[in-house]
């Protein structure tokens, strides 16, 4: 028992445990989601989805990674080998880092930094990166489409979402993730999408920004993550599966659960942002370490069941429109914001 | 050798590694790949130098900016006119065999006969001075006037791109 709690307090096994404990998250969350992405499809659509393997197809999500683990890895002749395997790996670090800085609750955050919010939006970049390079790896001319209209998708939405979370930051005066949630610390009314703790007046002329800045989030947050109706870069109809064309297997499935976690990721940056994070929404009423996981992962998986209802309800833009969206309403929208708050939170 | 001294030679390892595959790779594509692990490893060397900011901000605008590059590199370049590329060299490449053994001797020089390469300590306010609200206060005080000229430079850069790429209007 000694041994054990000596080999806890050594600080390179305590960081490695800290880095492991999200996966032990992300696995069954990604069950769950899965399960629930199909079965709201198909509600939207009029039907019934799995029914067979176990009660209302529940089993079936174990059915299907059995299924994938079980197929054959293919890996093209033509591809360039050592960067076709990198890349599947590449985009889930990329996702899978951001999640240190997700404060579950008031006692557990992978690393507390200063720098919270903007270390995130540093190392999703590389999600791109991987993206670029399964494209260009697989030797694929949808492929390779699929990857530059992800990264372009991607490099333009970072600069409405980036002046999103700038005017949260003015407003909370805090990077870190911790910080900003502590300032919204209080039940409902404190939120920084109704103004965080400022006095009165502040917050009544914050309210609208940070309503605007939430739907700019939101709107870009979604195409950050490749969904329909941002989900040019595999389009079906037009480009076959996009950049994951030629994956299978194992490296198929860890594009899928790295796609998964990025989807959790995004809406648990919105709760940190606009609603208040591990917070209970009724002040100190049902608030606590334990409650504040709870709080913080259903408030999440309320923001995941949006993306996905969106998802199954709207159309695919087409790659201008997307573009327009981008450049033309949001960013000018964003920095208009951004210039209100300023004036609000200085005077 | 303590943790942050290991940590330091790790790092400078792979970015010299990253550096020198960077040039003999012979496909641009693969050359872009070894930059990016090249600005990660000097991301990390920043942290291991308390500048917490400035290593983030490396990696975000440079991987950003590689990804651009990248796809610039697909779209505008043949990927098969790197022997063409090679030709053209001819009397620059003496000058630039002349250039690097200048360097080299350069390097070898301050390797070898400088004392200024020893291990530094440093400073117990290093970790202070690498925080966003520091280099924040200094940014918007000391040091207004050149933040504000960069801003403006890189204004008339935007402007600049937007009136080459806009469509010539036909009379």
Not at chain 1, 4 to 27: G, H
């Amino acid at each position: 028992m000694e041994n054990i709690l000596q080999l806890l307090s050594n600080p390179i096994v305590s960081a490695v445990l800290m880095a492991l404990a999200p996966l032990l998250f992300i696995l069954p969350y990604a069950l769950v989601t899965i399960y629930i992405e199909m079965k709201m499809a198909a509600h939207i659509q009029n039907r019934l989805a799995y029914m067979q393997t176990g009660w209302h197809g529940t089993l079936q999500p174990f059915a299907d990674i059995l299924k994938l683990l079980q197929k054959e890895d293919i890996i093209p002749t033509a591809a360039s080998k050592f960067l076709f395997i990198l890349a599947p790996y590449l985009v889930f670090v990329g996702t899978y880092s951001s999640f240190a800085v997700l404060p579950f609750s008031s006692a557990f955050i992978g690393s507390n930094i200063d720098l919270g919010i903007f270390f995130l939006i540093a190392v999703s970049s590389l999600v791109v990166v991987g993206l670029l390079m399964s494209g260009w790896a697989s030797n694929n001319k949808w492929s390779l489409f699929g990857a530059l209209r992800s990264a372009a998708q991607i490099v333009s939405y970072e600069i409405p979402s980036a002046l999103a979370i700038l005017g949260v930051v003015m407003v909370s005066g805090t990077m870190s993730t911790q910080e900003m949630t502590h300032f919204q610390d209080g039940g409902i009314g404190q939120w920084i999408i109704f103004g965080g703790n400022l006095p009165l007046w502040q917050k009544l002329s914050l309210i609208p920004f940070m309503i605007i800045l939430f739907l700019i989030y939101l709107v870009s947050s979604m195409a950050e993550v490749n969904r329909t109706p941002f989900d040019i870069p595999e389009a079906e109809s037009e480009l076959v599966q996009g950049y994951n064309t030629e994956y299978s297997g194992m490296k198929f499935a860890i594009f899928y659960l790295a796609e998964y976690a990025n989807l959790f990721l995004v809406s648990a940056v919105v709760v940190i942002l606009f609603f208040g994070g591990w917070t209970s929404p009724f002040g100190t009423f049902l608030s606590g370490p334990v409650w504040g996981a709870f709080w913080f992962v259903t408030k999440g998986m309320l923001f995941v069941c949006l993306n996905i209802w969106l998802r199954w309800t709207l159309p695919r833009l087409r790659v201008d429109q997307l573009m327009y969206v981008s450049w033309k309403v949001l960013t000018p929208f964003a920095l208009l914001c951004v210039l209100a708050i300023g004036l609000i939170v200085v005077m | 050798m303590t943790f942050e001294q290991s940590v330091f030679y790790v790092l400078a390892a792979v970015s010299i590694f990253s550096a020198v595959m960077m040039l003999l790779q012979r496909s641009p594509v693969n050359s872009a790949l070894y930059l990016i692990l090249n600005f990660f490893c000097l991301g990390g060397l920043y942290l291991t130098l308390n500048a917490q900011f400035i290593a983030v901000v490396h990696i975000s605008v440079y991987a950003g900016a590689i990804m651009v590059l990248f796809v610039f590199v697909i779209m505008l370049l043949n990927l098969g006119d790197e022997k063409r590329l090679r030709e053209h060299l001819g009397i620059r490449m003496y000058f630039g065999i002349a250039f690097s053994v200048a360097l080299l001797a350069e390097l070898l020089y301050i390797l070898g006969f400088s004392s200024a390469n020893a291990y530094v300590q440093q400073s117990p306010s290093a970790a202070e001075i690498g925080t966003v609200e520091y280099l924040g206060k200094v940014l918007f005080t000391k040091f207004l006037f050149p933040f504000e000229i960069t801003s403006f430079l890189l204004l008339a850069a935007i402007i600049g791109a937007v009136i080459l790429a806009k469509k010539k209007v036909v009379q």
